[in-house]
Each structure stands twice: as C-alpha cells, then as structure tokens.
C-alpha cells in the first residue's frame, strides 16, 4: 500500500525517458513482468532475487544444479537454496511485519563489507548497523567506523593498489589502511589480550559464523546436509570471503562468475517473463478433490497467459500446496496423481521435521506459473593469449596468527585452464577473490573460477581459556541450536498456543543444569527452565540416549501447569554432554475450571495434573 503509489511515480518517469521501448520489471518471484503488473507487494525482494536468477543459470550452464547462492554486498548478505530449481515461500517477515506475496525463499543477514565492529573489551560484535557508502569503512578517508572491510585490509585480503582511487575527501585518494590502523590502535587500548591483527581476525571469524549460520538456516534446518552442494558466490565482497565460509559449512565446491560484483545486473537480463496465478481450495486430499482441480488449473492458466507479454516460449508449470490438518505449515508438490503427492508431500515434511502427523492432508492451496523462456547468449569466451605472470606480491594473515607472502594475479592476465594453488590473490575490475590455503581454483575460457577444497588446512586450537572471540563464536552455535528447536516446535505444532501466539520457549543447558544458550522467546519461561533440568538431574540417576523428561511442577523449577517441558538428554560418543528443553504453554492441563488456572482454588492440584520428571 505505501510502496505502491511511489512504484507508480518512478514508472512514469522511466516511461517518458524510454519512449516505445517495452517495459519490464523485476519481481521477488524471480521472474519478469509488464509494467501494469508491478506493484509494492511483488517488488520487495526483487534485488536479491536479481542476483539468485544469475546464479542460478550461470551454474546451470556448467551443469551444475545443486547450488547455494552467496550474495555479500556492502550492507547486508543474502543467501539461498537451489535444488534444480527455484524455491518460492507465500510468506516473510520483513523489520517485524509479515509480508504475503510469492517470493524467492531468501535469507537475509547484516553482515556485509561495511558491518561495523563492537568491542567492550569482553565480546566482539559485527553490525547489525553498517556504515553505509558514506561515511563508509574507516579507510575511505570519511571518517567512518571499523568495519569488515577494514579487517579484510588489515589482513591483506584486500589490496588498496587494486581499487581505484575514488576515495579520501577529495575522491582521489587510495583506501587508506594507516587510518583503519590507528583506529584498530584503539580497539587493542580497551584489551590487551590481543594484537591488532588478532583482533581484524576476530571480527572475521565472527561475521564468517553469522554467514554460515544463516546458511545453516536454509539447509540444515530443512534436513539438507549443505556439503552436497557448489556455494556460487557473488557481490563485490563475497568472493573475498567465499572460502572460509565454505570451509565453515564443510562445502568442498564454489563457482565465482567473471562478473561477480555485477551478477545481480546480469541476473536480471537473463530473467525470464513469469507470471504466478494462484487459489485458496481448502480441501481434503481425495481424488474426487483432485479431479475438480483440472477446470481450477486452466482457469489460472488463462488468466496469467493474458498477462504474458511475449508468448512464444511457453512453460507451464502447476503446483499443489499441502498441509497436514490442524498444522498451518504448507508445503510445495508438483501436480501428480494422488499416491505421489502424499508421496512426495510425507518425504518433504520428514526430511524438514523429522515426524509425520498421523492426520488428513488437506490441499491448501494451488497455482500455476507461466514462465515465457527468452532465450540468450550470455557465454562469451575470454581466452587470454598472454603467459600466466604474477602482477605482484602481498601478504595475508593466515589462520594459524602469521603472514603468509602469497601472489596477486590479475584475471586478466591469466589464461583459461590455469590452475592455482591458494594462498593466493586475484584482482578483477569487479571483485577481488581470495583462494585461501588449502583450496585450488581453475579458471576456464569463459573467465569462470571453480574452486575446490583440497584439505591440508591448519586446525584452530580452541582453548578453554576465556576468550572474547569464541565466547562470540560458540554464543551464534549455540543459539542456532536454540532457534532450529523453536522452529521445529512452532511449524509442525497444532496448537494456536504454539504456532499463533508463539507461547513456547527453547534452550541448551550443559551436562550440569546450567543454562549455556536459549533462543529470543519467553522470558518467564526461561528464567526458571535450569531448575527443571536439574531436577531431572538429580532426581534420575539412569538416564539414557534417547530419553525425554515431561515436568511442570513449580516445585521443580515448572512457572503455571500449563508449561509443559520437555528436556532431552544429548549423547556424544557415549558421554551425557548437553541437555536441551522446550516448554510450552498448553490449553488445558485438567484444572477445575477451562484453562486450568482457576482463581478460586485452595490446592494446587485443584489447577491441574502435576509432573516431576515422568
């Protein structure tokens, strides 16, 4: 509704400069449309999903279908899934307010080259603010705050002389890297634990674990093991970053386009024109049901060929959304006979939720995508006649706390089929790559790198010693843990409780009771969940791998009967090493009036059914 009217007035000025010219837009659905159909509603994400379609067939052209998108920019980075194909959710929460429209299925993160660093002295912090272009990092002469990209400089991952000099308060300076030293100067004042280059690395390794947790998000908790696929890597930054990010998620693959820091422009030009209709059907999963959907698919079908531009190229695709009854967690099928899509719909929501409801599949909803395919030749071969030469030398802060010399290429200079051995640096017009120690790149006639993990890595030593830095680590591990229990919980519950009014909290405790992590939920529920788990603890002197402890009694760390928690023992090699817990709020637990919180009891069993560890 807001967005809207100022899309309309940016068409204006856009038709009235482009004369006759036809007109397309780009929508979040990451497909194409005529100008009379853009709107607010399908242009949120239209930027990002520029950069997906890039991706997505400029690896599809190698052959390459199992793909994770990359995106880091200057302010944020967005990742995404591809298995062969686009996925798209009807649904997304953008600053805190719910969006329902077809989408891409996006995550997004504020880590980018210009997340600006925090350090009290006891806890690194990257973004969320950033810096944005102006001011910018410290080392654009503007007077800007620390930033990623300052500790990618200090640590030679960047090299000023391979940026144009557009920067300084003059704008005709070089990046600056005496300025991002005197402020790191300041950072080290506040703790002396650290060099400075130790502390650049530290904010590294932090904005690495809050990419890779996003990563995580869209494949681990979905049950899909991200080393099985290439993470194809773009923005002006993510090239710099893309191995200690794979390295993070055990991916062995990346694909880094010649036009990496532009592949959301070229994304856009190879976007096909798409058009989604779709319909509410709320029905039991029959073939009667199904049979009715035929005259529902047609109708979509015609509506949105109305709506095509140039429909030579047709693709019609029809899809089916289906939810288990009670559950309002919705999940895509294509069409099919009614044994492959119960099939096809119970493989999906194990592998996302690690159950199936014993209830009804309901069809929630369907729709038909009309994709009108342009077809263009993006494949232009850059074959370098010139002998492979390095343009130069630097050095890089390696992860074992030393510097390491390493080469510079330039792209342009070196000739399709070379092979690299990282450490290594290579300069472009567009983006800056780093080929960090144990990973090799090759390049190809079209100026593509393909990146592969050759192991022989140094292993980090964690230390049980205080450390600011794997505090800030192992706080974004274990609250991911935390946030995938929640989200597990909330998407395959039936309860209004759970899944609407969100009355549910999660945590990970140590083997002693102790609260190591919990997820953003319910404050009352948290503050008492470690006296549960202690309970269990010393009340249960047999607990085994695979228990679950049901208990709400409030003499036992429970808040009201209706809490219910349960607390699972974790098991590594054997050992008890973790206990994680979710308590949630249950409609009604047996009390004496509806809701089992009567104002006029005398007993406390007269509010319902007590557990102590059943």
Not at 50 to 75: H, L, N, P
Not at 332 to 356: A, C, P, Q, T, W
Not at 457 to 478: G, H
Request: charged fraction near 25%; include cysteine.
């Amino acid at each position: 509704t807001y967005l809207t009217p100022v899309i309309e007035e940016y068409k204006k000025v856009i038709k009235k400069n482009v004369d006759k010219a036809d007109l397309y837009f780009m929508q979040s659905q990451g497909g194409l449309c005529r100008e009379s159909e853009f709107r607010g509603y399908n242009s949120l994400l239209s930027g990002p999903a520029r950069g997906i379609v890039g991706a997505y067939k400029t690896c599809q052209s190698r052959g390459i279908e199992k793909i994770i998108t990359f995106d880091m920019g200057g302010t944020s980075t967005d990742v995404s899934l591809i298995d062969g194909e686009f996925k798209l959710k009807n649904e997304s929460e953008i600053e805190g307010l719910t969006i329902r429209a077809p989408q891409m299925d996006i995550d997004t993160i504020a880590s980018g080259g210009g997340s600006i660093l925090h350090f009290d002295g006891n806890i690194f912090k990257v973004g969320p603010d950033s810096a944005g272009a102006i001011p910018g990092p410290s080392c654009y002469g503007h007077n800007g705050p620390l930033t990623i990209t300052d500790c990618n400089l200090m640590l030679g991952r960047v090299n000023a002389n391979f940026f144009p000099k557009v920067f300084g308060k003059t704008g005709d300076k070089a990046l600056d890297r005496n300025i991002t030293l005197e402020k790191f100067k300041e950072l080290k004042n506040i703790s002396n634990k650290f060099t400075i280059l130790q502390i650049a690395q530290g904010f590294l390794k932090v904005a690495i674990e809050q990419m890779s947790r996003a990563i995580r998000k869209i494949s681990v908790e979905r049950g899909i093991d991200p080393k099985d696929y290439t993470l194809s890597t773009f923005g002006g930054a993510g090239p710099q970053m893309a191995c200690l990010v794979a390295k993070s998620l055990g991916i062995k693959k990346i694909m880094i386009h010649p036009l990496a820091g532009l592949l959301s422009a070229l994304g856009m030009g190879l976007s096909d024109e798409k058009i989604l209709e779709e319909q509410s059907i709320e029905m039991v999963l029959d073939g009667g049901n199904l049979k009715n959907l035929e005259s529902v698919f047609e109708n979509l079908k015609n509506a949105g060929l109305k709506k095509i531009k140039t429909p030579e190229s047709i693709e019609i695709i029809k899809k089916v959304f289906l939810r288990f009854f009670g559950s309002d967690t919705k999940l895509e099928v294509k069409m099919n006979s009614i044994e492959i899509l119960r099939d096809d719909f119970k493989k999906e929501h194990y592998k996302l939720f690690g159950i199936n409801l014993d209830a009804k599949i309901l069809i929630d909803s369907v729709a038909v995508e009309i994709v009108s395919k342009r077809k263009l030749d993006f494949q232009n071969k850059i074959i370098s006649t010139k002998k492979l030469k390095v343009g130069g030398r630097t050095e890089i802060y390696s992860a074992v706390d030393r510097f390491e010399d390493v080469p510079i290429y330039q792209t342009s200079e070196i000739p399709g089929g070379t092979e690299i051995t990282g450490p290594a640096l290579v300069c472009s017009e567009n983006t800056t790559i780093v080929i960090d120690k144990s990973w090799k790149g090759k390049i190809n006639d079209y100026g593509e790198w393909f990146l592969e993990d050759i192991g022989n890595s140094p292993k980090e030593d964690i230390s049980e010693k205080l450390d600011p830095i794997q505090l800030e680590l192992f706080n974004q591990r274990f609250m991911g843990i935390a946030e995938e229990m929640g989200l597990a919980l909330k998407m395959t519950a039936h309860s209004i409780n759970i899944k609407e009014r969100l009355d549910f909290s999660c945590a990970l405790f140590n083997k002693q009771g102790d609260l190591i992590a919990n997820a953003p939920h319910i404050p009352v529920h948290l503050g008492s969940m470690s006296e549960s788990v202690k309970e269990i603890i010393k009340t249960k002197r047999d607990i085994e791998n695979g228990d679950s402890f049901i208990l709400n009694s409030p003499y036992s760390g429970g808040t009201h009967l209706p809490d219910l928690t349960i607390i699972t023992p974790i098991f590594i090699k054997k050992e008890l090493s973790f206990f994680v817990a979710s308590r949630g709020h249950h409609a009604d637990i047996g009390g004496i009036t509806p809701g089992s919180m009567p104002a006029t009891s005398k007993h406390i069993r007269e509010e319902g059914i007590i557990f102590s560890g059943e």
